[in-house]
Antibody, heavy 118, light 110 residues
Framework: EVQLVESGGGLVQPGGSLRLSCAASGFTFSSYSMNWVRQAPGKGLEWVSY????????YYADSVKGRFTISRDNAKNSLYLQMNSLRDEDTAVYYC???????????WGQGTLVTVSS | SYVLTQPPSVSVAPGQTARITCGGNNIGSKSVHWYQQKPGQAPVLVVYDDSDRPSGIPERFSGSNSGNTATLTISRVEAGDEADYYCQVWDSSSDHPGVVFGGGTKLTVL
């Protein structure tokens, strides 16, 4: 059974940093590309970042480019999102999602809440 | 950047057919995926590549895509289908490739 478990969320002040993790199990993690997707309270889904299976290809949404860094450790079956220079508008539930095909998110974690507030 | 437009809400009586549209410039040339999200839960893929269903998704869920509009059709709607639905594509047309989601449609079962 595919499982994705996010962690690392919490309350952080504007300008601060946070590192999210996503622990994967139940599939060959190193064979699949992954995404981070976020959802602000009461709002729709917003894609954040994509990373290929080997980390050779990475994309970011314009809203986070230059501030967020996606990475993965295939030996640890883990996906990460380093978030720097956080803003109020980054407040959201952050989901990691496994692609079944290019950009087709077949499996999602339950999300971790990031709150940016002073 | 590429934009996907969904109606904010759709209402349907139980047993009837719900159609949720997703508009985008020449969206028929892209592969469209649909997600269902119930309150407090993570999204679930219900249709991918315009019209395919993942295992475990009822046949009542179907999709089509042509021209400037993709459509998610839910036949014989049940109370448990009440949720938010999002369409999604991969936009490779710009200098900044990436995933694009529609704004979401709230399906209300009357």
């Amino acid at each position: 059974e595919v499982q994705l478990v996010e962690s690392g969320g919490g309350l952080v002040q504007p300008g601060g940093s946070l590192r999210l993790s996503c622990a994967a199990s139940g599939f060959t993690f190193s064979s699949y590309s992954m995404n981070w997707v976020r959802q602000a309270p009461g709002k729709g889904l917003e894609w954040v970042s994509y990373i290929s299976s080997s980390s050779s290809t990475i994309y970011y949404a314009d809203s986070v480019k230059g501030r967020f860094t996606i990475s993965r450790d295939n030996a640890k079956n883990s996906l990460y999102l380093q978030m720097n220079s956080l803003r109020d508008e980054d407040t959201a539930v952050y989901y990691c999602a496994k692609n079944v095909e290019m950009a087709t998110m077949g499996y999602w974690g339950q999300g971790t809440l990031v709150t940016v507030s002073s | 950047s590429y934009v996907l437009t969904q109606p904010p809400s759709v209402s349907v009586a139980p047993g009837q057919t719900a159609r949720i549209t997703c508009g985008g410039n020449n969206i028929g040339s892209k592969s469209v995926h649909w997600y269902q999200q119930k309150p407090g839960q993570a999204p679930v893929l219900v249709v991918y590549d315009d019209s395919d269903r993942p295992s475990g998704i009822p046949e009542r869920f179907s999709g089509s895509n042509s021209g400037n509009t993709a459509t998610l059709t839910i036949s014989r709607v049940e109370a448990g289908d009440e949720a938010d639905y999002y369409c999604q594509v991969w936009d490779s047309s710009s200098d900044h490739p990436g995933v694009v989601f529609g704004g979401g449609t709230k399906l209300t079962v009357l």
